[in-house]
T-cell receptor, first 117, second 114 residues
């Protein structure tokens, strides 16, 4: 079974500051890892994903995340926060079992990001 | 291209009533998933269809929940009878069978059981 832990249910940063949202996972097999964002009154939107290959992945809106197998982490970062980044962010894991390209996502608890002017 | 749509966006019902939620996936997506987020908790998987077949229904909470996907297009999730603990936001997602790593999510249905 897999699980995901997001450290910090709320993170507050100033506009222009570094954004760091933490995600740790546990999985019995190599996982696929995802970050989703949910803006108010909208569905979840994929920010970025790690499947195989390069461990530093870049996503939309200037976000990136690094897969660190030794630390079982997949932290999300953005060098400079913008007011429009205020939203709830979800880390998720999916088993990479038998090379299947589908399967359920297991989510973390979510982190609400607030950006102050 | 239209995204995943869900209907209704909000539903308020009384305990013991029946509610049916609908999800229309992206055209051509054979995988369809239901998830639920109870207030203050994480988003949890309910079940997964591949076309009209249930691939995985390990997350369904109990037999008051019935999901269908007749014809492999849209899906419905019926709760009968509804209980207070069923309140939450129900999300639907879809993905392609090939290269289907990304699941595309709908806006969700907020269900309130009074």
């Amino acid at each position: 079974a897999q699980s995901v832990t997001q450290l910090g249910s709320h993170v507050s940063v100033s506009e222009g500051a570094l954004v760091l949202l933490r995600c740790n996972y546990s999985s019995s097999v190599p996982p696929y890892l995802f970050w989703y964002v949910q803006y108010p009154n909208q569905g979840l939107q994929l920010l970025l994903k790690y499947t195989t290959g390069a461990t530093l992945v870049k996503g939309i809106n200037g976000f990136e995340a690094e897969f660190k197998k030794s630390e079982t982490s997949f932290h999300l970062t953005k060098p400079s926060a913008h007011m429009s980044d205020a939203a709830e962010y979800f880390c998720a894991v999916r088993l990479n079992a038998g090379g299947t390209s589908y399967g359920k996502l297991t989510f973390g608890q979510g982190t609400i990001l607030t950006v102050h002017p | 291209e239209a995204g995943v749509t869900q209907f209704p966006s909000h539903s308020v019902i009384e305990k013991g009533q029946t509610v049916t939620l609908r999800c229309d996936p992206i055209s051509g997506h054979d995988n369809l998933y239901w998830y639920r987020r109870v207030m203050g908790k994480e988003i949890k998987f309910l079940l997964h269809f591949v076309k009209e077949s249930k691939q995985d229904e390990s997350g369904m909470p109990n037999n008051r929940f019935l999901a269908e996907r007749t014809g492999g297009t849209y899906s419905t999730l019926k709760v009968q009878p509804a209980e207070l603990e069923d309140s939450g936001v129900y999300f639907c997602a879809s993905s392609q069978v090939k290269g289907g790593n990304e699941q595309f999510f709908g806006p969700g249905t907020r269900l309130t059981v009074l």
